[in-house]
């Protein structure tokens, strides 16, 4: 069936330093839509970034991501680590226009914690 | 903008008893989900809801019942909970790609 993979369960990282969260999907959609939520401690879950386009790189707060269709991947990027990034995040997959279009297929999540 | 609220923040029950959470969202949006937070399961999807009255079971629902008798909110019950539970329940609604999240309920299961 359809999966998403976050392979870290918790990434520890000195501030400045650059931030790569991995994340790799199964599915059998023709249309993928691949997404990353971000959740603070104390807050609600919100959408960070989202997209459905092949090798297209998509930018939101200081973080990107570009889907790549071939590996299956949508890994989460940002140049350099700042204190308040530390958070819990989540790699997503939908059907957006399909069968399945209402639902959300979530990975184990990654905890990025970033000290000083 | 639009707001979900859930009630209670945080619940504590007994083994064995039916437990009810609440959720109210006024984005006037047609599907509302609810999701089960363990640490190191990510999160899992118990039932969601794409109309009023209209109830879809997720991977989690056993042990679980629904209830989406107005647009504006959806209601989950634990039947029975169970000795030392402790978890996140995380209500969400839906409009296109974009699911937007309530601040959740910690239930703990004494």
């Known amino acids: 069936g359809d999966s998403v993979t976050q392979k870290e369960g918790l990434v520890t990282l000195t501030e400045g330093l650059p931030v790569m969260l991995n994340c790799t999907y199964q599915?059998?959609?023709?249309?993928?839509?691949l997404f990353w939520y971000v959740h603070y401690l104390n807050e609600s879950p919100r959408l960070l970034l989202k997209s459905s386009t092949d090798n297209k790189r998509t930018e939101h707060q200081g973080f990107h991501a570009t889907l790549h269709k071939s590996s299956s991947s949508f890994h989460l990027q940002k140049s350099s680590a700042q204190l308040s990034d530390s958070a819990l995040y989540y790699c997503?997959?939908?059907?957006?226009?399909?069968?399945?279009?209402?639902?959300?297929?979530f990975g184990i999540g990654t905890l990025l914690s970033v000290k000083p | 903008g639009g707001i979900i609220t859930q009630t209670p923040k945080f619940l504590i029950g007994q083994e064995g008893q039916k437990l009810t959470l609440k959720c109210q969202q006024n984005f006037n949006h047609d599907t509302m989900y609810w999701y089960r937070q363990d640490s190191g399961k990510g999160l899992r999807l118990i039932y969601y809801?794409?109309?009023?009255?209209?109830?879809q079971k997720g991977d989690l629902s056993e042990g679980y019942d629904a209830s989406r008798e107005k647009k504006s909110s959806f209601s989950l019950t634990v039947t029975s909970a169970q000795k030392n539970e402790m978890a996140v329940f995380l209500c969400?609604?839906?409009?296109?790609?974009?699911?937007?999240f309530g601040p959740g309920t910690r239930l703990t299961v004494l």
């Open positions: 599915t059998i959609y023709s249309n993928a839509f």
């Open positions: 997503a997959l939908s059907d957006l226009y399909g069968s399945s279009g209402n639902k959300l297929i």
């Open positions: 809801s794409i109309t009023e009255n209209d109830l």
């Open positions: 969400a609604s839906k409009t296109g790609g974009e699911q937007y």
